[in-house]
């Protein structure tokens, strides 16, 4: 049976690197849409409309082309609609309904690292594999706190001794760094594997759910012609429906007998892109379904809030700059453990610390 030592050493050098670029990636992806603003300029000084129905008649435009999947409305950090086809292409528009920019798929740095990120480059296959190694990483995180576990505390154990090139030095400073981080690497690794194997992770939470569920989304409604589909009256149909709510997202329809969908953002949801889902018939343009996300109890919120938590949707500017630490973290603790394995080689004539300041460990 391998030791927690052993077992931390050998997982480190086997996905150490994947996570570093996978944190350093994340890290970067914090800032999407600033970064989107400074490659983009015509995406900057954007007015920020308040009445949602005003992109009605650009909805109707997009439902007369079969490519388009889905739009996203603007916010406060991104002041413009996103309409997305079913290849992944973006399509961006202000206001006034006129096409500011159209991105492909990883048609620029930005996209290549969030595949890279969400998919390893891989599509699905990356995807699950993405979340194996965030599996990994976590017993690596685990197995490298059960390592360092003191069986008695000292102050010795918590000071960070002056940068040299030996083993005590470099152990300290590489246990300290990720033990400072700890609660947050696992909450990112934690999110991130969940999010990857997320219908799992409901059925595991169904269990222990006694309420009753909601009733799921309508797929059919009345028969309405794509081509007459009124879009704004729909917004404003779903914006009375909830009038305190953000609408977030719109599916567009497919089928004649294909309701129109929202997504919208109650007050209190963590999810930026909101769970709560209200339905139009497209006949009748009257409501049909409304169920906020809190209809799911409390299974359905921790559901929902793995992507607000792993992407610092919430908690504040403090919870988004330690987020971000975190994710150039690895950089450092790849670092020192790299070079904490080359000093205490078989052979090496870099002193190591006395054993008198090493902790004792569990392991």
Avoid at 129 to 154: E, H, M, N, T, Y
Avoid at 310 to 316: C, E, L, M, Q, V
Avoid at 343 to 349: I, K, L, N, W, Y
């Amino acid at each position: 049976m391998p030791t927690a030592r052993t077992l931390h050493r050998y997982l480190g050098w086997l996905i150490g690197i994947w996570l570093l670029l996978i944190s350093l990636s994340g890290a970067v992806l914090l800032f999407k849409n600033d970064l989107l603003l400074w490659q983009y300029p015509q995406l900057q000084d954007l007015p920020l409309r308040s009445d949602i129905s005003q992109w009605g008649p650009l909805l109707n435009q997009l439902q007369q082309q079969p490519d388009f999947r889905y739009v996203k409305y603007p916010d406060q950090d991104a002041h413009w609609l996103e309409a997305v086809t079913h290849s992944n292409q973006r399509h961006y528009y202000n206001a006034s309904h006129t096409l500011l920019l159209t991105r492909t798929p990883r048609g620029d740095w930005i996209d290549w690292l969030y595949d890279f990120h969400l998919h390893l480059l891989g599509g699905k296959t990356g995807h699950t594999v993405l979340g194996v190694i965030g599996l990994i990483c976590l017993l690596l995180l685990v197995a490298g706190i059960v390592q360092w576990w003191p069986k008695r505390f000292s102050r010795r154990l918590l000071a960070l001794p002056k940068p040299a090139l030996n083993a005590r030095t470099l152990r300290q400073w590489h246990s300290l760094l990720a033990l400072s981080f700890a609660p947050l690497l696992l909450l990112t690794t934690v999110t991130g594997s969940l999010m990857v194997f997320n219908a799992e992770f409901r059925s595991v939470l169904s269990v222990f759910s006694t309420a009753p569920q909601p009733a799921p989304p309508f797929k059919t409604a009345g028969y309405q012609p794509l081509a007459t589909t009124d879009w704004t009256a729909a917004l404003r149909q779903a914006q009375a429906q909830w009038p305190d709510a953000q609408l977030r997202l719109s599916s567009l329809r497919t089928a004649a007998e294909q309701p129109m969908s929202f997504r919208a953002r109650m007050a209190g949801e963590w999810h930026q892109n909101g769970r709560s889902v209200v339905q139009i018939d497209a006949l009748s343009n009257k409501v049909i379904y409304a169920t906020p996300a809190s209809a799911f109890g409390t299974t359905g919120a921790i559901a929902n809030s793995l992507y607000p938590l792993h992407t610092a949707a919430i908690g504040g500017k403090l919870y988004f700059w330690a987020l971000t630490i975190s994710g150039l973290l690895p950089l450092l603790l790849l670092l020192t453990g790299l070079l904490y394995t080359w000093v205490t080689r078989p052979g090496s004539r870099i002193s190591a610390a006395p054993s008198s300041l090493k902790p004792e460990s569990n392991s």
